[in-house]
């Protein structure tokens, strides 16, 4: 059997083994079996990546499926996908890590009618819930007909749902329904359209498999293939998300738990990015072109809309839930280029943003844990001398998230900046300078807002509260996660071309090389 | 000039429901195992005849088939009302097999007056199915808003006929396509014809606005019956409706089409709101069968050029199977918990975890969300000739819909499958339960087999339905 079929679905077979026999299980022997497997998973990707030969996509399989639509099961991995779920399995090994020794977050002090199921149960279920949103996240960016990516897509939607309606923001039971219901119709309603837009386009192109959708020659032109495109386009970017339509993400990454926000924005938000890749850019490139201008300029005004809302946060979970709609906003940018150096920027910084947000919420839940709430004014000043590992490494995560150079988050803006100086095929050279202006002053202001959020946090007159003393007993988990992160976003920062040279022979394919 | 070939499999039917009621009737003690037995027999019969060298193809077989099995699960599930005393299994069984043999008659038809008088032989005993149960003010009451509903749409219907029988001066469906192409009278009234005929039909599919006779009626009947009305009498009015847009007045498509869109666009909308704020099982399961009939509805826009009336009946058969276990899951609870409030599901996987995943398994199927495929698969189908025929906008209403749908099937399945919920104390008024519940679940089990087995293959089930 073919070892990337075995790398996508055995996190979800492995899910629904523990749901199945979950009163015989114990919370941490649910989550060690969920590192295990995302470790497992993560060493088949890249083993199919390893035997790699000549062809465009490591370990294709491609059989008969829905003979009466014409759908075929068909799954590959190339290289802007290889590195999107190479993360997503180091992610979600982190996440159910982070499951073992964590005190389960479902205990309601606030709201004793409540009652309080079992804590053991309670992570089982968390655990097979991450699992299953793992393979369903492996299989969009390994599907390469429309309907199987869209199948997968959507597969992820009900677990995250579940996810934050019930082991979402303990403080906060109806806050945390309104964010999951928000999320799950936002999103849903852009897959939704998407899905019409993929009928467009299959229409008019007779095939709903990628890789001959990206070949074929002469390249869908005319109205139909235009509407279909746009309605891709809008159901991708509430996924993104592409501000306007990012409007359900600050509740839902703060109502979530921990997993949740870690998920939600170190992998959902690249199921929309890697969409715009996979299926906009790569299927239909003459309306994308038409489109390109738009998505740039709305990608533009989202990192600085973000960037001002961040500067106005209370909360540290919604300014770190406001800063991924900035860091985006660059992807965003890359991919309307349409140019290789603004896709391999779009990848890199989707990956970048992975592991720096991805962090950033370990951390930020850490604290929600410990003092209950992720306000500022709950939190106080002075990290460093409260809690001092936790502060540097929380400091290091920031500074990573605002580009500094040597960090993995410097290359994917800077690529990405660089795709607009350069222009690109598509965009006009007044509009693309503009916007290069526009998205510097928003690299200024990224800057500005991170130095005030540590300031404001871990700098200052140490403000001591008597849950200070929990800081020291530090989680094992947690500092076992932070170090991992740090060294891979160290990594990715000192050597680039580990990633740019995995992603650059797949761009030509992408962007119409093979015509 | 009679069809035996394609009458027989009815008339099967129909000498089971006689056979049913014979039985109830000699045998003296109330019993429900006899009438369910011959019943079950009937439609076993009926089935092979169908699936014999000699039955109905194309359409016609899909969905006679929808209405055999449907009306088997239905029989299945009917068993939960053994205990009712109120309840007497012989009329029960003899209307649920006669309104059957209505219902496939009616999707073989070949002429009008075959249409009206299965319509007719489809309608009367399920109007009387919904006020079966004696002694209940909400039945009759259901019974009486049906009937008067059902009298006015046939109405409706028979005079659109008479009309059309004006015009060309035949009642078959084949010569009326050709006539009406050649004959003089004016456009205008001739698609005055078509739309009335059309209206009476959609008052028995319950496309808005002739949908508010749905939750008063499924209100007022047992849970088996409602059953029974979201699927088979709505499948037999599904065929009818193909057949007629399709072949006596396919010419007229251009006046028609923008119609059935608008009533599509309106019906999915309209019950998914209604579902919104039920607070009951029930009652979200009639108002979401009047949006999955707004969908069954939209692919008909597209019955000539695209394939329209295959998408429909696909979309059809995979409803009907996730309804059917959805009703018969609601109608188990009733049984066993007294009531089909939210909180008498709330935990309801917990205290019955079988039930509780037949249930959520059939709810992602309606809402079309993975793992359920197949239901996916099912919008797919609909939403496909939709755009091929150019009908973007209606296209974007049922992706609106889809994202609505989903906002009250997802809740209700998170309330079963909540750790929470009050103790609901067991009422098993029954002296003899395992029976006939077994029975039920045996049903319900294999539905959502069904709907295992398609979401793996889909074809299973697609491409019987072509």
Excluded at chain 2, 288 to 296: D, P, R, W
Excluded at chain 2, 438 to 451: E, Q
Aim: overall charge neutral.
């Amino acid at each position: 059997m073919n070892l990337l079929v075995i790398a996508v679905f055995l996190p979800a077979l492995v899910g629904v083994v523990a749901l199945a026999s979950r009163h015989a299980l114990r919370g941490a022997v649910a989550a060690r079996a969920g590192v295990a497997v995302s470790i497992v998973s993560l060493v088949l990707l890249a083993a199919v990546w390893a035997t790699r030969d000549a062809a465009a996509f490591a370990g294709e399989v491609d059989v008969r499926w829905i003979d009466a639509i014409g759908v075929r099961w068909h799954l590959g991995i190339d290289g802007i996908s290889f590195p999107l779920t190479l993360m997503t399995a180091f992610l979600s090994a982190l996440t159910c890590w982070s499951l073992i020794d964590d005190a389960p977050q479902e205990q309601t002090p606030d709201d004793p009618a409540e009652p309080s199921p079992d804590p053991e149960q309670s992570v089982v279920m968390l655990v097979v819930l991450v699992l299953v949103i793992q393979s369903a996240a492996l299989g969009v960016f390994s599907a390469l007909d429309l309907i199987v990516f869209f199948i997968f897509f959507e597969l992820a939607l009900v677990p995250m749902w579940f996810v934050i309606n019930r082991w979402g923001d303990p403080h906060d039971r109806e806050g945390r329904r309104v964010a999951a219901t928000r999320f799950l119709l936002f999103t849903v309603l852009g897959s939704a359209l998407m899905l019409v837009g993929f009928i467009a386009i299959a229409l008019s192109a007779g095939s709903l498999q990628i890789p001959e959708l990206a070949a074929q020659s002469p390249v869908l032109t005319g109205t139909v293939p235009l509407l279909g495109a746009v309605a891709i386009a809008v159901g991708l970017a509430v996924k993104a998300p592409v501000w306007p339509l990012h409007i359900w993400l600050p509740d839902a990454h703060s109502a979530a738990p921990t997993v949740g926000s870690v998920l939600l924005a170190g992998v959902f938000l690249k199921l929309g990015t890697y969409g715009l890749i996979r299926v906009l850019v790569a299927i239909a490139p003459e309306p994308s072109a038409t489109l390109a201008p738009y998505l740039a300029t709305f990608a533009v005004v989202g990192i600085i809309y973000a960037s001002l809302a961040c500067l106005r946060q209370s909360d540290l979970k919604r300014l770190i839930a406001y800063s991924s709609v900035g860091h985006m906003g660059f992807v965003v940018l890359g991919v309307a280029t349409m140019s290789p150096v603004g896709i391999a920027a779009a990848v890199y910084a989707s990956v970048a943003h992975g592991l720096i947000t991805g962090m950033l919420f370990f951390h930020a839940g850490g604290l929600k844990r410990r003092y209950g709430s992720a306000t500022f004014a709950v939190l106080g000043r002075g990290l460093y001398a409260r809690a001092p590992w936790l502060a540097v490494s929380f400091a290091f995560a920031a500074i990573a998230s605002l580009g500094l150079p040597g960090l993995a988050g410097f290359w994917g803006e800077m690529l990405s900046l660089r795709s607009a100086y350069e222009v690109g095929p598509v965009l006009d050279r007044g509009l693309a300078w503009t916007l290069l202006g526009v998205a510097a002053v928003g690299v200024v202001l990224t800057s500005a807002y991170v130095v005030v959020m540590l300031r404001r946090l871990v700098q200052g007159v140490p403000t001591p509260d008597d849950r200070d003393l929990d800081l020291t007993g530090e989680v094992r988990s947690e500092v076992g996660i932070s170090v991992l992160l740090v060294a891979s976003i160290v990594v990715l920062g000192l050597a680039p071309g580990l990633l740019v040279g995995v992603i650059e022979p797949s761009l030509p394919a992408v962007l119409g090389g093979g015509r | 000039m009679i069809d035996w070939d394609l009458a027989g499999a009815p008339l099967v039917v129909a000498i089971g429901a006689v056979v049913a009621l014979m039985l109830d009737a000699f045998i003296g003690a109330r019993s429900w195992r006899w009438p369910s037995l011959a019943g079950g027999v009937a439609l076993g019969l009926a089935g092979l005849e169908l699936l014999g060298p000699r039955g109905p193809d194309g359409l016609g077989l899909g969905l006679s088939l929808v209405i055999v099995l449907g009306t088997l699960m239905v029989l299945l599930s009917a068993a939960v009302m053994d205990h009712e005393d109120s309840m007497p299994p012989g009329e029960l069984h003899f209307l649920l097999l006669a309104s059957a043999a209505g219902a496939m008659c009616m999707v073989v038809a070949r002429d009008f007056v075959t249409l009206i008088v299965a319509l007719e032989l489809l309608s009367l005993p399920s109007i009387a199915m919904v006020g079966l149960r004696r002694a209940d003010i909400g039945a009759a009451r259901g019974a009486w808003t049906f009937f008067l509903v059902s009298v006015v749409s046939t109405a409706v219907t028979l005079m659109g006929i008479s009309l059309v029988y004006g015009f060309t001066g035949s009642l078959g469906f084949a010569e009326v396509l050709s006539r009406l192409g050649d004959s003089t009278a004016p456009d205008r009234a001739v698609v005055a014809a078509v739309v009335i005929t059309v209206v009476g039909l959609l008052f028995k599919i319950g496309a808005v606005p002739f949908h508010m006779w749905i939750p008063d009626t499924y209100r007022g009947a047992s849970i088996p019956v409602a059953a029974y009305l979201s699927v088979v009498s709505k499948a037999g009015a599904v065929g009818a409706l193909v057949l007629v847009l399709g072949v006596p007045f396919g010419g007229y498509a251009a006046a028609w089409a923008p119609m059935i869109a608008v009533v599509a666009a309106l019906t999915m909308t309209v019950g998914n709101i209604g579902a919104l704020v039920q607070r009951d099982a029930v009652g979200v399961l009639a108002w979401s069968s009047i949006a999955q009939a707004g969908f069954i509805l939209a692919p008909m826009v597209a019955l000539g050029v695209a394939g329209g009336a295959r998408a429909a009946v696909q979309y059809l058969a995979i409803y009907a199977v996730a309804n059917l276990v959805a009703f018969t899951m609601i109608g188990l609870v009733r049984r066993r918990w007294g009531g089909t409030t939210f909180r008498h599901l709330t935990g309801l996987a917990r205290r019955d975890p079988l039930g509780g995943a037949c249930l959520s398994l059939a709810l992602l199927t309606l809402a079309g969300f993975p793992p359920a495929v197949i239901g996916l698969v099912a919008k797919y189908a609909v939403l496909r000739p939709v755009v091929e025929a150019g009908y973007g906008w209606l296209a974007l209403v049922m992706a609106v819909n889809v994202a609505l749908g989903l906002a009250y099937y997802l809740p209700m399945m998170a309330r079963i499958l909540s750790q929470e919920g009050d103790e609901i104390t067991v009422v098993e008024p029954s002296p003899s339960p395992p029976h006939a519940v077994g029975v039920a679940r045996t049903s319900m089990v294999l539905g959502t087999l069904a709907l295992v087995a398609t979401s793996a293959y889909p074809d299973l089930i697609l491409v019987p339905m072509r």
